[in-house]
């Protein structure tokens, strides 16, 4: 098996100086973990490094296929890595340089905010009001609408603007205060501290990031009067972006098994063809629901999956021992 991920950030000098700071942390604790899904100890590892260089084990369960980062940061190690200024440092855009000038950037985006109606749904490519789209196509009796990480705040302004109540919780000060600035309905907190209930609870780029799934869910299952919303990087035909911030890669099949088992039912699955992201709506069950997970037919996406994985790595292998990679990637691009 292959075990280098060779789709690389494009990293600056202080960038890697903060990764090989960050590898150095002796603060930083790590756990190993059983699959969340089966429980099982056996797992392969795909890759030993993620997108920016860092140091991470990716690995598959042998047993039902499922994706996820072991050993991984531990909850504490993960909430300390998500606060510091290390991680602002890897994962911020290059330009911004101090938390001031993140929250200036938020603002500028938040004042240039302009509410696109949703309209018919078209997964043919990302586009940042898919998610509307997609919801508002589906059902239309909701009337309060609950954010979980709602980061910027714009998907809250986007249902405001559709006359509903909105409120959001999000881990960051930063952007807690950005809220408070534009009277976006924001709590500081995780899903942890969820309070009352919502028609719609909608959780986006989210559930890969959490350490304890079932235990999530079941508090979004109570936070819930009728539908749950989920977005997350998928692996429908290709291998999702690898990130050391990432505890899980989901699947069609193992994102349904999570929620479903934890009195949900799905309504309607679907994903963007362009960056795989899926799009998955819900509805509240009073029942328990068994959501009848087939594990040969999981693996057999992931062989399938690896084969193409494979292939691309052997011939970017080639392109960049003939230095020849960028210029390959400018013709593809314009060509597509």
């Not at 989901?250 to 088992?261: A, D, G, K, P, V």
């Amino acid at each position: 098996m292959f075990k280098e991920y060779i789709h690389y950030e494009d990293l600056t000098n202080s960038q890697k100086l903060e990764i090989d700071k960050f590898e150095k942390d002796t603060s930083y604790k790590y756990e190993n973990i059983l699959c969340s899904l089966c429980l099982g100890q056996n797992h392969k590892i795909l890759f030993n490094n993620e997108r920016h260089g860092i140091k991470q084990k990716t690995v598959m369960c042998d047993d039902c296929g499922l994706l996820f980062a072991n050993p991984r940061l531990d909850y504490q190690s993960s909430q300390s890595f998500y606060n510091s200024d290390t991680y602002r440092k890897i994962y911020w855009n290059n330009k911004l340089k101090s938390e001031n000038d993140f929250y200036n950037e938020v603002c500028k985006e938040i004042e240039s905010y302009e509410f696109s109606p949703p309209k018919k749904v078209n997964f043919a490519k990302w586009h940042k009001n898919l998610y509307l789209d997609f919801i508002c196509e589906e059902v239309k009796d909701f009337k309060t609408v609950f954010d979980i990480g709602c980061g910027k705040g714009i998907k809250l302004l986007d249902f405001k603007n559709l006359g509903k109540e909105v409120e959001g919780i999000e881990p960051s000060e930063i952007l807690n205060k950005c809220h408070k600035k534009y009277q976006i309905n924001s709590t500081k907190g995780f899903i942890v501290d969820l309070k009352g209930k919502y028609d719609l609870v909608i959780i986006t780029h989210v559930l890969e990031h959490l350490h304890n799934i079932d235990e999530s869910i079941k508090r979004i299952q109570e936070a819930t009067n009728k539908y749950l919303f989920v977005e997350v990087p998928g692996h429908v035909e290709n291998i999702q972006s690898i990130q050391n911030a990432h505890n899980y890669y989901f699947s069609f099949n193992t994102l349904n098994y999570f929620i479903q088992n934890n009195k949900f039912k799905l309504i309607k699955m679907d994903y963007a063809r362009d960056s795989e992201f899926i799009f998955a709506l819900y509805k509240k069950t009073e029942e328990n629901n068994s959501f009848s997970y087939d594990r040969g037919l999981e693996k057999k996406l992931i062989r399938k999956i690896k084969l193409k994985y494979q292939f691309k790595y052997f011939v970017l292998k080639i392109l960049r021992f003939f230095k020849i990679e960028k210029l390959t990637k400018k013709i593809y691009n314009k060509i597509r």
